[in-house]
């Protein structure tokens, strides 16, 4: 993947050492969405990127971060992984260059780096972080149509056609702004999780633009589901959806397939639907969420997600409040799962 090419003097250090040093974001849309500058402006206090220089000074990746300031914490959270910048950087330059970011944000007078938003796949993690694996699932939109199809599984693409033949139909337009966002916030809700309040969601989708698409399945002017997705020319991300309790069977089924055609047409790489725990329970809500994902064609990607007490009083507090507050965060939820996991990686 292509970033911007700006090249900063640095002193000399071993061949597997990566500086971390701010630089002037330069998005384009041939980057990863979520390192544009007015999605980081719509979602964090403070925000930039950080540029990873070799020992020649040249640029090699790069990583956009925010910062919230929350009881007077300073939280910093990454809303994308490590990208590449004009070749591979292997796993143990990555690992540099995110042991130099914790000291950078150390500099910065950060107090903790929480677990990064659920899109977010890092290879690796810095020395001293707490880590849990975790993925998401992919669908790969460089093949036909037809091999897309056939991808889905039997009854999946049973349940899609049904939807058809009983009259559901797929609209778009950011005009489904407020009952797209009052359906997801009730799904939360039956799910017993929070949602972002109408502001913060009204900002997110107008800071994405053009970026942004939000998806509506109706049958006889009723709205079943909706989805907001985020995309650029690396990948689309399934960021939020909600059902209708008396949701026709193959709704949502029918909007993915639509988004999935869309994206494709579009020039789009990935589908991605943003996050999957790694072997959840048998018999899980997560379980069942991870297999709707694999029978439209999906693939598990995986990595690490992870966090980094910067002063560790301050970090304590806000591992106290999570904890009380939803029982810990994804990292304490899995991290057990870190032990004996081995991460496959492709260079």
């Known amino acids: 993947m292509e970033c911007v090419s700006d090249c900063i003097a640095a002193p000399e250090l071993s061949l597997s050492s990566i500086t971390a040093e701010p630089i002037p974001i330069r998005w384009s849309p041939d980057l990863p969405v979520f390192a544009k500058e007015e999605f980081l402006k719509a979602v964090g206090d403070e925000y930039g990127w950080?540029?990873?220089?070799?020992?020649?000074?040249?640029?090699?990746?790069?990583?956009?971060?925010?910062?919230?300031?929350?009881l007077g914490v300073r939280l910093v959270?990454?809303?994308?992984?490590?990208?590449?910048?004009?070749g591979a950087l292997d796993i143990a330059e990555e690992k540099s260059f995110l042991n130099a970011a914790v000291e950078h944000f150390r500099k910065m007078r950060a107090d903790v780096i929480i677990p990064a938003s659920n899109n977010t796949l890092f290879r690796t993690f810095p020395n001293?972080?707490?880590?849990?694996?975790?993925?998401?699932?992919?669908?790969?939109?460089?093949?036909?149509?037809?091999?897309?199809?056939?991808?889905?599984?039997?009854?999946?693409?049973?349940?899609?056609?049904?939807?058809?033949?009983?009259?559901?139909?797929?609209?778009?337009?950011m005009e489904f702004l407020d009952p797209a966002y009052d359906l997801i916030r009730e799904t939360f809700r039956r799910s017993k999780l929070d949602f972002m309040d109408r502001d913060a969601f009204r900002r997110l989708a107008l800071a994405l633009g053009d970026n942004g698409k939000i998806l509506r399945a109706e049958r006889q002017n009723v709205a079943h589901s909706?989805?907001?997705?985020?995309?650029?020319?690396?990948?689309?991300?399934?960021?939020?959806?909600?059902?209708?309790?008396?949701?026709?069977?193959g709704a949502m089924k029918l909007l993915l397939w639509e988004a999935i055609r869309q994206f494709r047409n579009y020039g789009i790489r990935t589908v991605d639907f943003y996050g999957a725990r790694i072997n959840p329970p048998k018999g899980s809500k997560q379980e069942g969420?991870?297999?709707?994902?694999?029978?439209?064609?999906?693939?598990?990607?995986?990595?690490?997600?992870?966090?980094?007490?910067?002063?560790?009083?301050?970090?304590?507090?806000?591992?106290?409040?999570?904890?009380?507050?939803?029982?810990?965060?994804?990292?304490?939820?899995?991290?057990?799962?870190?032990?004996?996991?081995?991460?496959?990686?492709?260079?």
């Not at 959270?77 to 004009?86: D, H, K, N, Y």
């Not at 849990?132 to 349940?159: F, M, T």
């Open 50 to 70: 950080l540029g990873g220089l070799d020992q020649h000074g040249t640029l090699r990746c790069i990583l956009p971060y925010t910062i919230v300031q929350k």
């Open 77 to 86: 959270r990454f809303r994308v992984e490590t990208i590449a910048c004009g």
């Open 128 to 173: 001293g972080a707490a880590a849990a694996p975790y993925g998401s699932y992919v669908i790969d939109l460089q093949q036909p149509e037809d091999v897309l199809w056939r991808n889905i599984s039997k009854g999946s693409r049973h349940n899609i056609n049904v939807a058809k033949k009983d009259g559901v139909t797929i609209r778009e337009g």
């Open 226 to 249: 909706y989805a907001f997705f985020a995309f650029s020319t690396p990948g689309a991300y399934w960021m939020y959806g909600g059902n209708i309790q008396c949701q026709h069977q």
């Open 289 to 347: 969420i991870n297999l709707m994902k694999k029978h439209l064609g999906a693939s598990l990607s995986e990595g690490f997600m992870w966090k980094y007490p910067i002063r560790p009083w301050r970090a304590l507090a806000y591992s106290l409040g999570v904890r009380l507050l939803r029982g810990g965060d994804i990292v304490d939820q899995e991290g057990k799962r870190l032990r004996g996991y081995s991460l496959r990686v492709e260079n």
